[in-house]
């Protein structure tokens, strides 16, 4: 008798470590956006022989009943996707990326001051990899009547240099810039009166070039009046 209840407490213990494991593995696989088509069969497969392995061992020997196994392979699910939701949230980056400037209105030809910060938000220390080592690239862009934009000055930044950065929880990343009002393909000329955009970013590493599919964007936008 002791055996068999010992027996019985380790084959109970071997499916509600199983339906554990399938369940988390379920919630990773779609967590991924893996594609599950592929590996449904397999994933249907194993708990058509986990629930058989069940109604064999622990209804088959009059220990439980379905509906007693029925609610303990319920409440296994309840726990793994709990704890698998709960671990997925701490360890899922997360960050708060913005562009400010000092002020919203500027008088023309008075310095811009722009302050960039990328905050980690999340629970654990994360990092992520820069396409150049400043890591930011400021972009600053005269918004015209047809709402299209041509781009009057840019940060300094060394391409091809990519460089690894990683920020504690609620650890802060921060650049400043200044612009000096000038137009960087026109130096000679005056910059024309308006609405301008503040954009700034950090490339990624495998992109073509910096500017396309940045891993962070941000936007501000500042008006230049007459003095």
């Not at 990092?127 to 041509?150: A, K, N, Q, Y």
């Given at each position: 008798?002791?055996?068999?209840?010992?027996?019985?407490?380790?084959?109970?213990?071997?499916?509600?470590?199983?339906?554990?494991?399938?369940?988390?593995?379920?919630?990773?696989?779609?967590?991924?956006?893996?594609?599950?088509?592929p590996?449904?069969?397999?994933?249907?497969?194993?708990?058509?022989?986990?629930?058989?392995?069940?109604?064999?061992?622990?209804?088959?020997?009059?220990?439980?009943?379905?509906?007693?196994?029925?609610?303990?392979?319920?409440?296994v699910?309840?726990?793994?996707?709990?704890?698998?939701?709960?671990?997925?949230?701490?360890?899922?980056?997360?960050?708060?990326?913005?562009v400010?400037?000092?002020?919203?209105?500027?008088?023309?030809?008075?310095?811009?001051?722009i302050?960039?910060s990328?905050?980690?938000?999340?629970?654990?220390?994360?990092?992520?990899?820069?396409?150049?080592?400043?890591?930011?690239?400021?972009?600053?862009?005269?918004?015209?009547?047809?709402?299209?934009?041509?781009?009057?000055?840019?940060?300094?930044?060394?391409?091809?240099?990519?460089?690894?950065?990683?920020?504690?929880?609620?650890?802060?990343?921060?650049?400043?810039?200044?612009?000096?009002?000038?137009?960087?393909?026109?130096?000679?000329?005056?910059?024309?009166?308006?609405?301008?955009?503040?954009?700034?970013?950090?490339?990624?590493?495998?992109?073509?070039?910096?500017?396309?599919?940045?891993?962070?964007?941000?936007?501000?936008?500042?008006?230049?009046?007459?003095?």
């Amino acid at each position: 008798m002791a055996k068999d209840r010992i027996k019985f407490k380790l084959y109970t213990l071997l499916f509600c470590i199983a339906v554990f494991i399938l369940t988390a593995v379920g919630w990773v696989v779609l967590s991924l956006g893996m594609r599950v088509m592929p590996i449904l069969p397999f994933f249907l497969m194993a708990w058509v022989l986990l629930l058989a392995f069940a109604a064999g061992t622990l209804v088959g020997e009059g220990k439980l009943s379905r509906i007693k196994v029925l609610l303990l392979t319920f409440g296994v699910l309840i726990i793994s996707t709990a704890a698998t939701q709960s671990f997925w949230i701490i360890v899922t980056p997360s960050w708060s990326f913005s562009v400010t400037t000092d002020k919203s209105i500027y008088k023309f030809d008075e310095h811009v001051k722009i302050t960039v910060s990328l905050r980690n938000t999340g629970f654990i220390t994360h990092s992520f990899e820069s396409g150049v080592p400043e890591p930011v690239i400021v972009s600053v862009d005269l918004v015209r009547v047809d709402f299209f934009t041509s781009q009057v000055w840019y940060s300094a930044y060394h391409e091809g240099v990519a460089q690894v950065f990683s920020l504690e929880p609620n650890g802060l990343l921060e650049r400043n810039f200044v612009w000096n009002q000038t137009n960087i393909y026109l130096p000679d000329k005056e910059i024309e009166l308006g609405t301008y955009a503040v954009e700034a970013f950090i490339p990624r590493t495998d992109s073509s070039a910096v500017w396309y599919d940045p891993l962070f964007r941000a936007w501000a936008r500042i008006d230049i009046t007459a003095a």
